[in-house]
């Protein structure tokens, strides 16, 4: 096969560059190791920065979206016995939308059959080669036979477990990791949100986030410790955990029900840098990795895409490489910013084990500045809604 771009994950980085590039004109191919069905069936991330909005409208994919999307004006954020309201809308006119990204893969998948476009699902053993060369290829195995994709460049979409990242040769990798010693524990249940925004709550027990997918569907989550296991939490031990955590009032009005999914997910803060080697160019969490705190990890691989689509398009349309070439610095100028961002929720609200009084204090006096700052609500504010594309 032939292609313009191969693009290796049909994860959302993979299928929105698939998507911008084809309604440029350029022609791309996906090769995913996992079924469909696969794809869709993991619970991921379900915020929506504005900017993200605005790209997945101009993709043309953004009806769905805009129908069954929960606009949110603001967030909630709890700490000890205390609340305040991030107001994102009276403080910078900024709103982001609920919007899961299960939903948002099943409208690029529909938006790709519909048009014809190829994606190749359950492709076993695929590997990249001559990346430094002008003809770089994806090989692959379907069906007990060998098949190879020839094209002009290589998207690197496949995720932390792909196997993109590992052809930038180690001498020119650098990688920045951030280990931290918790998970999150997340719920999905079919009963309505406990609030009509976010939650985000830290505790003396621990962190908890109040999230949901719909007006009848709700995610929770609570951080549990880096060796926890799944089989150990029944739904009762779970909700009884948040509640816990939760203020008295929100506790009492919780809708408990059975989990339709429950998972751990360790937190993680990681960046490979750079994100181009000759015709290999990396987006999303093949790049990157931020703990969910934030909600940045899909907002940072939607940025990607739609920086290295246009550099595409540059490339096609006027013959220049400006784009290619400043592709990974201008992404990472991103990434870092969400990094930052990120790990600062992150230490704002978790419980780490090992601290001592003096860190709690620290924790406290910086949400009470959160509470009593309009500066400091406007910086969140600004960080959570995202900067513009
Ligand atoms: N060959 C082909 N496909 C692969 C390979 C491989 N060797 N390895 C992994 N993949 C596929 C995975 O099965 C997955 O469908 O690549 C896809 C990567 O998708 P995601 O993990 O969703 O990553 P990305 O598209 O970058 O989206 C980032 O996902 O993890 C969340 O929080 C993160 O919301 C963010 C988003
Ligand atoms: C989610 O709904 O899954 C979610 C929301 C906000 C976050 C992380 C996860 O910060």
Redesign the pocket.
Known sequence: MRTQVGI???????LLLGRLLERQGIDAVV????PADY?LSRI??GVLEQGSTELIDAAGIGGRMRREGLVHEGIEIAFDDRRTRIDFHGLIGRTVVVYG?TELTRDLMLARTESGAVTVYE?ED?ALHGIDGDLPRITYAKDGMAHEVVCDFIAG???????SHAMIPAELRVTHERVYPFGWLGVLVDRPPVADELIYAGHERGFALCSMRSATRSRYYVQVGAAERVEDWSDDRFFDELCRRLDPATAARLQTGPSIEKSIARLRSFVAEPMRHGRLLL????AHIVP?TGAK??NL?IADVAILAEALVEHYRSGSDRGLDGYSERALARVWNAERFSWWMTSLLHRFPGTDSFGRRLQRAEFDHLARSRRAAEVLAENYTGLAL
């Open positions: 290796v994950g049909a994860g959302p980085a993979g090769i995913e190791r996992r794809v991921r991330a990204q492709a695929v979409c496949d995720g932390s477990h792909g196997v987006a999303g969490d093949a969910p990890g899909l691989a």
